[in-house]
């Protein structure tokens, strides 16, 4: 079974409108983390924002933030006020356990701001 | 700051030609070290993680090996590449911390072609 699915191959959006990137995931642990990545047409992966699962507030760096439904076990990146720049593959990623090496990827959506 | 290369950015290989590719990080010590595959328009497989000199687990039975012949160098090598090895490959290290953000950070990559 997949362990982390993006439903959305591709989104578009207006530039300047909020966009919802969603992501659902599948563990038995209580401990885990959970991440989201930007890879620009360039290539290289780019952190954008972190959850813990024992974190009871919802993450926000800058312009992201993250929806944790711990329960739903979702976490959708929400990017707001979309710039022409965040066109790019967004990934979301988890790591299992509290002595976790690996991380496991899903298949990523594609973002295309629209100006 | 940490700061993570990889080379060559690009590499053109016939089929049956060996392959050498080089990782190293800078600015931390005992990394946990990781490479990944990335086919055209996909998501990421992970091939190799390390958590120390010359500890290496494979993920991913195939004619690729990896090697850690120093605390913040990995290297992804073969002996003769196939035409399915064409991809992007990524390195990666986190700082090896059990729970919290131990997030993930990635090189630029390598643009692997095989002719």
């Known amino acids: 079974a997949q362990k982390i699915t993006q439903t959305q191959p591709g989104m578009f959006v207006q530039e300047k409108e909020a966009v919802t990137l969603d992501c659902t995931y599948d563990?038995?642990?209580?401990?885990?983390?959970l991440f989201w990545y930007k890879q620009p047409s360039s290539g290289e992966m780019i952190f954008l924002i972190y959850?813990?699962?024992?974190?009871?507030q919802n993450a926000t760096e800058g312009r992201y933030s993250l929806n944790f439904q711990k329960a739903r076990k979702s976490a959708n990146l929400v990017i707001s006020a979309s710039q022409l720049g965040d066109s790019a593959m967004y990934f979301c990623?988890?790591?299992?356990?509290?002595?976790?090496?690996?991380?496991?990827f899903g298949p990523g959506t594609r973002l295309s701001v629209l100006p | 700051s940490q700061t993570i290369h990889q080379w060559p950015a690009t590499l053109v290989q016939p089929v049956g030609s060996p392959l050498s590719l080089e990782c190293t990080v800078e600015?931390?010590?005992?990394?946990?070290l990781y490479w990944y595959r990335q086919a055209a328009g996909r998501g990421l497989q992970l091939l190799f993680y390390?958590?120390?000199?010359?500890?290496i687990s494979s993920e991913v039975p195939q004619n690729l090996s990896a090697s850690r012949p120093q605390d913040r160098q990995f290297i992804l090598s073969s002996k003769k590449l196939l035409l399915s090895d064409s991809g992007f490959y990524l390195c990666?290290?986190?700082?090896?911390?059990?729970?919290?953000?131990?997030?993930?950070?990635f090189g630029p990559g390598t643009r692997l072609t095989v002719l």
């Open positions: 959850q813990g699962s024992y974190d009871e």
């Open positions: 600015g931390t010590s005992n990394p946990n």
């Open positions: 990666a290290w986190t700082a090896g911390l059990a729970g919290g953000t131990d997030t993930q950070y």
């Open positions: 563990t038995s642990d209580q401990s885990y983390g």
């Open positions: 390390s958590v120390g000199i010359g500890q």
């Open positions: 990623a988890m790591r299992e356990g509290h002595y976790g090496q690996n991380f496991v």
